[in-house]
Nanobody, 115 residues
Framework: QVQLVESGGGLVQAGGSLRLSCVASGNIFSINTMGWYRQAPGKERELVARMSTSGASKYADSVKGRFTISRDNRNNTVYLQMNSLKPEDTGRYYC?????????WGQGTQVTVSS
């Protein structure tokens, strides 16, 4: 199993920044892909960004140019730097262990952007 613990959420005004962190522990493979997803009230959970240990990344169109995903592979940590935040970025942000093996989710961290 893989355990994921997110941190860094909070309340911020539009235009502000937040940095989310996710630490993975447990049965960690040295080569893997982790990602960030978010879910707004009444909406489905959606991909925000993902990154492999090799550095290959993918972003949702809505966050390109504003959010940056990065990793510290030695410490099994993935980050999400969120700049120029908008009210529509509000939601619960979840870290996901995507590959290899069974996908795992963290408990999530709330991000609220006020206008």
């Amino acid at each position: 199993q893989v355990q994921l613990v997110e941190s860094g959420g909070g309340l911020v005004q539009a235009g502000g920044s937040l940095r989310l962190s996710c630490v993975a522990s447990g049965n960690i493979f040295s080569i893997n892909t982790m990602g960030w997803y978010r879910q707004a009230p009444g909406k489905e959970r959606e991909l925000v960004a993902r990154m492999s240990t090799s550095g290959a990344s993918k972003y949702a169109d809505s966050v390109k140019g504003r959010f940056t995903i990065s990793r510290d592979n030695r410490n099994n940590t993935v980050y999400l730097q969120m700049n120029s935040l908008k009210p529509e970025d509000t939601g619960r942000y979840y870290c996901k262990w995507e590959w290899p093996g069974t996908p795992y989710w963290g408990q999530g961290t709330q991000v609220t952007v006020s206008s």
